[in-house]
């Protein structure tokens, strides 16, 4: 997946092509089409196999009014997002540190403030972006599902773009409607691709090229450059993931031989380049 600046960059609608970026850390929004298929899992051991390289990596919960990355980390935080954006708490008191050499800025659950894309939730994500963007080297934004306008907003704000996905049906029909948007209305001309709970070894290899014959069908009819869904990895599913999330730990510290964390360093690897 390339990692250069993508021209278009965030704008001020998720229905139109991103601004161009600034300098900074490279962000990467990770998404779903559906909920419950790993996100915010592969989003925390991503980070802390970036954190593994020397990178300086913040995970930002995107996931306004549904967060979930605390529980995944087994943190408490007393400052969130929302108390930033309230002007309650500084940047700098609200950022934490994670398990996993990184840094996370955690959003409150259940805030039906943030359920829609208001001017205000608009204009306070995107000023929290421009300030952190300075101060890592990574920005992973751990989005909502489904492509609601918060979550195509919050994915504009970022220059690649990682879709999760399960081999399971409603998981890659919703994944193929969230590619579509991101190609269609936001420009989009590459997408990654990573498919988790994987049954067998180049099951995502498989599952990558059929959706990327679907695709074309629509995609492809679009002027300009083709448009490229890349596969970025698959992991397998692994009874060692499970054990990590019921004891809320990152399964890179605690089951590091393991073949779903041997597959989230590959991934780190991948993006680097």
């Not at 918060?150 to 919703?174: C, K, M, W």
Request: charged content about 20%; hydrophobic content about 45%.
């Amino acid at each position: 997946m390339s990692m250069t600046p993508d021209p278009a960059a965030p704008a001020s609608s998720p229905g139109q092509p991103p601004r161009q970026p600034r300098t900074g850390a490279r962000t990467l929004a990770i998404t779903s089409g559906k909920g419950g298929v790993g996100k915010t899992f592969v989003t925390a051991n991503l980070a802390a196999a970036l954190a593994a390289r020397g990178l300086k990596v913040l995970v930002l919960d995107a996931d306004l009014g549904l967060a979930n990355l605390d529980v995944v980390l087994n943190l408490h935080p007393k400052l969130t997002l929302h108390d930033v954006f309230t002007e309650k708490a500084t940047l700098e008191q609200a950022i934490l540190p994670a398990p996993g050499g990184f840094s996370v800025l955690l959003a409150g659950s259940g805030m039906v403030e943030y359920s829609r894309l208001t001017p205000e939730v608009r204009d306070k994500l995107l000023h929290i972006i421009d300030l952190v963007k300075p101060r890592f080297d990574w920005v992973l934004l751990d989005t909502g599902a489904g492509i609601s306008d918060v979550v195509l907003y919050a994915i504009s704000l970022a220059t690649d773009v990682l879709v999760v996905a399960t081999p399971e049906p409603t998981s890659l029909t919703d994944a193929y409607a969230t590619i579509k948007v991101l190609a269609t209305q936001q420009e989009r001309r590459q997408v990654g691709l990573l498919v988790n709970q994987a049954n067998r070894v180049g099951e995502g290899k498989l599952i990558c090229g059929q959706l990327q014959q679907v695709l074309q069908r629509f995609v492809g009819q679009q002027p300009g450059q083709p448009f490229r869904l890349e596969l970025m990895g698959e992991v397998k599913a692994d009874p060692a993931v499970r054990q990590a999330v019921l004891k809320r730990q990152l399964v890179l510290e605690h089951y590091p031989g393991c073949d779903a964390a041997q597959a989230i360093k590959a991934l780190a690897a991948k993006l680097l380049g």
